[in-house]
Antibody
Framework: QITLKESGPTLVKPTQTLTLTCTLSGFSRSTSTVGVGWIRQPPGKALEWLALLYWTGDERYSPSLNSRLTITRDTSKNQVVLTMTNVDPVDTATYYC???????????WGQGTLVTVSS | DIQMTQSPSSLSASVGDRVTITCRASQSISSYLNWYQQKPGKAPKLLIYGASSLQSGVPSRFSGSGSGTDFTLTISSLQPEDFATYYCQQSYNTLPYTFGQGTKLEI
């Protein structure tokens, strides 16, 4: 059974850098198309695709946020880390990490973590 | 970005009803269309991928169809646990893989 869990700060000040960690278990590291994505959802709003990291190290980013996002992995800890620079109150959202095989859809999701950007 | 438009935005239905939700892409996305169900306070759950492939463990009352720009999600006989918000997502070649705005299915 594949499980994911997000962790990170619940409150961040504007202009700061947000770092979120996704810890995975039960997934296959031997499949080259396995990856982890980040998706966010502002309160009461729709989902927004942010970034994707294949376990091979290949990265994909939303073009509109590309300059602010970095996605990396720690294979020894089975973790994927999303960094977002220069946060703004509009970045307030529940952030989800999710597993993908092939990158086209997310078949397992974490529970999500609510991040509030406020001074 | 490819825009995904769902209709209706909200829908009232009853247990046992047949329900159809529509998703339209701003350009052709072949069959790269996925459907998710989200209940309040929970993460989305994958229902359908590749426009019509049922994810493992999802009841057969859920089905998807369409290609190109127009897609539908059909629930053949609504069950109490199906009342939720449904999102389509395109995963064609252009990033980001955008989601629709959601359809809230209510009693």
């Amino acid at each position: 059974q594949i499980t994911l869990k997000e962790s990170g700060p619940t409150l961040v000040k504007p202009t700061q850098t947000l770092t979120l960690t996704c810890t995975l278990s039960g997934f296959s590291r031997s499949t080259s198309t396995v990856g982890v994505g980040w998706i966010r959802q502002p309160p009461g709003k729709a989902l927004e695709w942010l970034a994707l990291l294949y376990w091979t190290g290949d990265e994909r980013y939303s073009p509109s946020l590309n300059s602010r996002l970095t996605i990396t992995r720690d294979t020894s800890k089975n973790q994927v880390v999303l960094t977002m620079t220069n946060v703004d109150p509009v970045d307030t959202a529940t952030y989800y990490c999710a597993h993908t095989t092939g990158g086209r859809f997310f078949d397992f999701w974490g529970q999500g973590t609510l991040v509030t950007v406020s001074s | 970005d490819i825009q995904m438009t769902q209709s209706p935005s909200s829908l009232s239905a009853s247990v046992g009803d047949r329900v159809t939700i529509t998703c339209r892409a701003s350009q052709s996305i072949s069959s790269y269309l996925n459907w998710y169900q989200q209940k309040p306070g929970k993460a989305p759950k994958l229902l359908i991928y590749g426009a019509s492939s049922l994810q493992s463990g999802v009841p057969s009352r859920f089905s998807g169809s369409g290609s190109g720009t127009d897609f539908t999600l059909t629930i053949s006989s609504l069950q109490p646990e199906d009342f939720a918000t449904y999102y389509c997502q395109q995963s064609y070649n252009t990033l980001p893989y955008t989601f629709g705005q959601g359809t809230k299915l209510e009693i």
